[in-house]
């Protein structure tokens, strides 16, 4: 009687387990069917192209040949970042035939209040225009009136920021002559024990990095070569340790687009894959959607700041375009620059093209029509499971009962 027993409740065991089991799994269906009828909640629409994007805000933002209200230093990044993108020739050209002008370039270059009949040269000023003269196709050795290649491998580089230093490196290696061994010199030894540079490095490397100033820097150790290939890397590593998890990175103010684009195109440069499409990632977390009113532009921050955000955008933009196109400052190319901006074009949302969206009313009418019948189909599934199931139930007891 006791195996009988045992065997009546193993019996009894495996008839309502199943039950069990099959109300569980099939209690889930009408929900399912009920949390498909409902619209997907709409995300803000991105662009199929990031880079061009924001090179048609940039390029809307233009005052005539510059930006800024005719800032030079600003208008340079807007041209770098143009020519980065391989869109807005006409702009670049417009905007380097503005600064053709002896007036207006000798007032950048030049430190300002210095009338003397010998003005001293700003490195870091001429550098950059070198730079972008020279990648936009231009002659950096005879540029508005001035032998930049020249006075620039002429002049005395003691005391000079790194930050200069890293832009008279790069104007330079676009020239014949190349980087200068002064210049070279006071790059590295301006380098930090930690690895990164910042904006007043103190003599004997006893300071700690910033990436406003060692992406740069990294980039014109890129340039130089051979002699500086261990502080490139170093540098490089001190980025990497110093990217946040959002791939963003901070400049001792908050995360933000600036010093983001600065070490991102750094990284690109030196290969680090996945650390630079973190932080391309995180520019393009920035960038204002398709659609809205600042469409395309690169936010320096998230959230703006309210007094200065606006204004911010367009250096932001700027900059980040570099790592936004795959392209880094040490080898910036734009002999593939096209004259106009193409249209900005929003990117399908998931699920290919065709696929339906939450703001589409044609497509949300055929979801809506046929979810009805989804759940109609569950709950009739469910009873007949329900159903089938009692029915082996009842008739296991009654063979229990029988065997009785």
């Known amino acids: 009687m006791l195996q009988k027993g045992q065997a009546m409740r193993h019996q009894s065991t495996r008839l309502r387990n199943p039950v069990r089991r099959i109300l569980a799994a099939t209690a889930a269906l009408p ?6 009828a409902s619209p997907a909640h709409a995300q803000d629409d991105t662009f199929d192209a990031p880079a061009e994007a924001a090179a048609a805000w940039l390029a809307s933002e233009a005052d005539g040949p510059s930006w800024s209200d005719g800032d030079v230093s600003s208008s340079l990044d807007a041209a770098i970042g143009l020519m980065a993108a391989g869109v807005g020739g006409d702009q670049v050209e417009a ?44 002659d950096p050795a005879d540029f508005g009136g001035v032998k930049l290649a020249d006075e620039l491998a002429d002049a005395s580089v003691e005391g ?39 904006f007043e490095a103190p003599e004997g490397g006893d300071c700690s990095g910033d990436p406003d100033t060692t992406g740069p820097a990294a980039s014109a150790l890129q340039v130089i070569g051979e002699p500086a290939a261990d502080a490139h890397a170093d540098a ?26 600065y070490a991102g195109q750094a990284l690109l440069g030196a290969e ?3 650390a630079a499409e973190l932080a391309t990632a995180f520019l393009i977390g920035l960038q204002f959607g398709c659609g809205e009113d600042a469409e395309g532009a690169v936010r320096a921050t998230d959230p703006e700041d309210e007094e200065w955000g606006e204004s911010m955008r367009v250096l932001a933009t700027a900059q980040a375009l570099i790592p936004l196109s795959g392209q880094h400052l040490a080898e910036l190319d734009a002999s593939e620059q096209s004259d106009g901006i193409p249209a900005v074009e929003c990117a399908t949302q998931a699920g290919g093209d065709g696929a339906p969206t939450a703001d589409d009313p044609e497509q949300q009418q ?39």
């Open 31 to 36: 929900v399912i069917g009920l949390a498909t």
């Open 160 to 198: 000079i920021d790194p930050g200069a230093l890293s832009w008279a490196a790069l104007g330079l290696s676009r020239s014949e002559a190349g980087v200068t061994e002064e210049v070279a010199a006071a790059l590295l030894a301006a380098q930090c024990d930690d690895g990164g540079f910042t």
């Open 95 to 138: 905007t380097l035939e503005w600064l053709n002008d002896p007036d207006v370039l000798s007032a950048y270059i030049y430190p300002a209040g210095d009338e003397s009949e010998d003005p001293q040269l700003s490195p870091g000023a001429a550098g950059k225009v070198m730079f972008t003269v020279a990648t936009a196709g231009g």
């Open 236 to 261: 490089v590593t001190w980025l990497e340790e110093h990217q946040s998890e959002s791939g963003g990175f901070d400049n001792g103010f908050g995360e933000n687009a600036n010093s983001t684009a």
């Open 366 to 404: 055929d979801s809506d029509s046929w979810a009805p019948w989804l759940i109609v189909g569950a709950a009739v599934l469910l009873a007949a499971i329900v159903a089938y199931t009692l029915v082996r139930v009842r008739r296991g007891n009654a063979e229990a009962k029988a065997d009785e």
């Open 272 to 274: 680090r894959t996945e």
